[in-house]
């Protein structure tokens, strides 16, 4: 069980989107599953709050960039 960052809803590691910080330190979508990553919903609402809220600072402990597209993490 994994928890979004964003909405705190707990589900299934699979059912989430997620997110590691790439060498640049930007947020990008991972699918291999190593090192520090973050969990979030596919849900609009919660990809959109990851722009407003300090979810993805506190998961990965410190200041990190967000790509300007929130669609950027669905594909």
């Given at each position: 069980?994994r928890t979004?960052?964003?909405c ?9 989107i997620?997110?590691?910080l790439?060498t640049?330190g930007v947020?990008?979508?991972?699918n ?5 990553g973050a969990y ?13 809220g300090?979810g993805?600072?506190?998961?990965f402990?410190?200041?990190v960039?967000?790509p300007?597209g929130?669609?950027d993490f669905?594909k």
């Amino acid at each position: 069980m994994r928890t979004c960052i964003s909405c705190g809803v707990k589900r299934e590691k699979k059912e989430l989107i997620r997110l590691v910080l790439d060498t640049d330190g930007v947020v990008v979508r991972d699918n291999i599953g190593k090192g520090r990553g973050a969990y979030i919903c596919g849900d609009e609402n919660c990809l959109s709050m990851l722009k407003t809220g300090k979810g993805l600072n506190r998961a990965f402990r410190r200041k990190v960039s967000i790509p300007i597209g929130v669609n950027d993490f669905l594909k």
